[in-house]
C-alpha cells in the first residue's frame, strides 16, 4: 500500500472510445504527476500538478487530458487513443511540487492496451 | 540537459552473491538522486534519497551511496525476493525528474 491508488489496474480500449484513468492519494501531498512506462524506456513525465492548478504539460498529445479537481484527485482522460499509446501509466504524488528534492511516490500503475 | 544511465542494463546473481548496480549522472544543480524498485506489472516502489556527494543510507541488504558522479546501490548476500529492476532518478535545477531505463536483477535459489 504505496498511499496513491489507481483505477482500473487493466483497460483495454478501442481506438475510437473515450476512457478514463483515476488516481487518488491519501498521503495529504500538494502535487501529482502523470507519467507513462513504456518497454525498454525510461519513465516519461507527461503532467504535473501543484495545488490543483496545472503546471507542466511535457509536450503531450490532445487525446490525452488531465483533470485535478482536488488536491487527492487526478484523472488522465483518453480518447482517440493510437496503438503506440498502449503502456503503463503511473500516477505519483509528493508533498510539494518535486523541486527541492522531495520524494515522488508511486501508484500501482494502469495498464493500458489500445486495439 | 540532465541524463541518467543505469549499468549493466541487466544482472545475475546466485543467492548470496554481492554485487552494485551503478547509476552515472550528468545534473545542474544536484537537488536529489533516487532510488526505486519495481516490480513486474507494479510502480516503482520508493526507496532512497540522497542529497549530496558521501551520503550513505541503508536499508536491510541495500546500501546506496553518491559521488558527484555516480550512485551505485550494493546488494550484500541478495535472495531470489530481491530479485526485480532498479530504478535511478535525478532531480536538478531544472526541478524535473529524469530517470534511467533501470537494472533488471536477477537472484537465482
Known amino acids: 500500500e504505496t498511499g496513491v491508488t489507481q483505477t482500473p489496474r487493466h483497460l483495454v480500449m478501442g481506438m475510437t472510445n473515450k476512457k478514463s484513468l483515476k488516481c487518488e492519494q491519501h498521503?495529504?501531498?500538494?502535487?501529482m504527476y502523470w507519467y507513462k512506462q513504456s518497454a525498454k524506456k525510461p519513465l516519461e513525465l507527461m503532467f504535473v500538478y501543484s495545488l490543483e492548478e496545472r503546471v507542466e504539460n511535457n509536450s503531450v498529445p490532445s487525446r490525452f487530458s488531465p483533470e485535478c479537481p482536488n488536491s487527492s484527485h487526478l484523472f488522465l482522460h483518453l480518447h482517440t487513443l493510437q496503438p503506440e499509446d498502449s503502456a503503463l501509466y503511473l500516477c505519483?504524488?509528493?508533498?510539494?511540487?518535486?523541486?527541492?528534492?522531495?520524494?515522488?511516490?508511486f501508484g500501482e500503475g494502469s495498464w493500458l492496451t489500445v486495439v | 540537459e540532465d541524463q541518467v544511465t543505469q549499468s549493466p542494463e541487466a544482472l545475475r546473481l546466485q543467492e548470496g552473491e554481492s554485487s552494485s548496480l551503478n547509476c552515472s549522472y550528468t545534473v545542474s544543480g544536484l537537488r536529489g538522486l533516487f532510488w526505486y524498485r519495481q516490480d513486474p506489472g507494479k510502480g516503482p516502489e520508493f526507496l532512497f534519497t540522497l542529497y549530496s556527494a558521501g551520503e550513505e543510507k541503508e536499508k536491510e541488504r541495500l546500501k546506496a551511496t553518491l559521488t558527484k558522479k555516480e550512485s551505485f546501490l550494493h546488494i550484500t548476500a541478495p535472495k531470489p525476493e530481491d530479485s526485480a529492476t532498479y530504478l535511478c532518478a535525478v532531480q536538478g535545477g531544472s526541478e524535473k525528474l529524469v530517470f534511467g531505463k533501470g537494472t533488471k536483477l536477477t537472484v537465482n535459489p
Open positions: 498521503l495529504g501531498h500538494n502535487a
Open positions: 505519483a504524488s509528493s508533498q510539494d511540487r518535486a523541486g527541492s528534492g522531495n520524494t515522488i511516490y
